[in-house]
């Protein structure tokens, strides 16, 4: 059942991410944040989280912060969405480094929220693949080498900490067919 405040924090999201394109495919960017929510909502999490879930680029690419979100959507909503987010003013790799080490270190529910995100992540990767080659890789500020090794990583750590079997199988599917891509 979908909740007033599901519908307000789309509306947000919507608003807040208005203009903005995914690298790549030019697509509004409202997509990600929503596919982010049907992979949440499809394995049943809980309210705050399929809100974070809605959030989670919020902090990290828009003007709004952290308090913006704890006012209107509350602390539990807010923590979530500032546990998944980057740091965008660090460098690329200093940034991902970062964002590794930190799966280790947040919620069962951020964990969820980051294997939803890396997961649909993965699933624009893979259809950008199968149509562009290689060449997908060039919107990343890495090499292909080293992106395909922070994929494969990030997967395995954020595996280890869910124990939902279909989200597992999913990740696993779209890491093989990234790594079809490997030197």
Do not use: C
């Amino acid at each position: 059942m979908w909740t007033k405040k599901e519908q307000q924090a789309l509306e947000f999201s919507f608003q807040a991410h208005k203009g903005q394109k995914r690298k790549g495919s030019g697509v509004d960017y409202i997509a990600h944040p929503m596919t982010v929510a049907l992979i949440l909502a499809k394995i049943g999490v809980e309210e705050e989280v399929l809100i974070a879930g809605i959030l989670h680029d919020i902090i990290e690419d828009t003007d709004f912060e952290k308090k913006d979100i704890k006012e209107q959507f509350g602390p539990v909503v807010a923590k979530l969405v500032e546990e998944v987010s980057e740091d965008k003013k660090l460098p690329y790799e200093t940034r991902k480094r970062m964002a590794f080490e930190k799966i280790s270190k947040i919620s069962r529910e951020a964990t969820l929220i980051k294997a939803a995100d890396t997961l649909a992540n993965l699933t624009d990767l893979t259809r950008h693949l199968s149509k562009e080659g290689e060449e997908a890789f060039d919107i990343f500020n890495t090499d292909k080498g080293r992106k395909i090794e922070q994929i494969k990583k990030n997967v395995s750590e954020i595996k280890k900490r869910i124990k939902n079997e279909d989200l597992r199988a999913k990740l696993t599917k779209r890491l093989e067919e990234i790594k079809e891509y490997e030197d």
